[in-house]
């Protein structure tokens, strides 16, 4: 696999427990490279969801993914505000180009006003009785999700609207020179 660039392409694979996938989008731009994660932009991007049906992201976004925390962040550059959406899922791969990672469900939403709302609890039990997830995944999913929280009210760099908007910048000018 050749080394990543800030610059690259790639296109993003989300992937449910029972290994089957979920949703793809068809472009990440590498914006940044540390070493526990990876920074990533787009907008207007193809998503494809398990059943075929497409439709296009509608603002820019930067999405945070991580090599051991299992939690993903995207970060929506809205007109309103900024919001945060962020999934709990096992930490990336990177295989042919392409990010890779597993998807539990839990979604941790937050609004521009700061407030927050757990999503997806429902959907979360039945997922976990349907594909069997195991009591010690259950128990790194719901810990993860309190780690995610506690990283947001603790306002780690990736929850810093000002960096944010500056990555959402760096962006919009990779794009244009491509």
Same mark, same amino acid.
């Given at each position: 696999?050749?080394?990543?660039?800030?610059?690259?392409?790639?296109?993003?694979?989300?992937?449910?427990?029972?290994?089957?996938?979920?949703?793809?989008?068809?472009?990440?731009?590498?914006?940044?490279?540390?070493?526990?994660?990876?920074?990533?932009?787009?907008?207007?991007?193809? $998503?494809?969801?398990?059943?075929?049906?497409?439709?296009?992201?509608?603002?820019?976004? $930067?999405?945070?993914?991580?090599?051991?925390?299992?939690?993903?962040? =995207?970060?929506?550059?809205?007109?309103?505000?900024?919001?945060?959406?962020?999934? =709990?899922?096992?930490?990336? =791969?990177?295989?042919?180009?392409?990010?890779?990672?597993?998807?539990?469900?839990?979604?941790?939403?937050?609004?521009?006003?700061?407030?927050?709302?757990?999503?997806?609890?429902?959907?979360y039990k039945y997922h976990k009785k349907?594909?069997?997830?195991?009591?010690?995944?259950?128990?790194?999913?719901?810990?993860?999700?309190?780690?995610?929280?506690?990283?947001?009210?603790?306002?780690?760099?990736?929850?810093?609207?000002?960096?944010?908007?500056?990555?959402?910048?760096?962006?919009?000018?990779?794009?244009?020179?491509?």
């Amino acid at each position: 696999m050749k080394k990543l660039e800030i610059g690259d392409r790639l296109q993003i694979q989300c992937y449910k427990h029972n290994g089957k996938i979920h949703r793809s989008w068809d472009e990440a731009i590498v914006l940044d490279i540390k070493e526990d994660y990876i920074v990533f932009g787009n907008e207007k991007t193809l $998503v494809t969801e398990a059943q075929g049906n497409t439709w296009r992201t509608k603002e820019p976004a $930067v999405m945070y993914f991580f090599k051991d925390k299992w939690y993903n962040i =995207i970060v929506q550059l809205k007109k309103e505000g900024v919001t945060y959406y962020c999934n =709990i899922a096992t930490p990336f =791969i990177i295989e042919e180009d392409t990010i890779k990672y597993i998807d539990y469900d839990l979604d941790l939403r937050i609004f521009p006003n700061g407030s927050f709302k757990i999503l997806d609890k429902q959907e979360y039990k039945y997922h976990k009785k349907k594909m069997k997830y195991s009591d010690d995944l259950d128990l790194v999913i719901n810990s993860s999700l309190s780690e995610l929280i506690t990283d947001y009210q603790k306002h780690i760099p990736m929850f810093d609207n000002e960096i944010n908007l500056v990555y959402g910048k760096q962006y919009q000018e990779l794009k244009k020179n491509k």
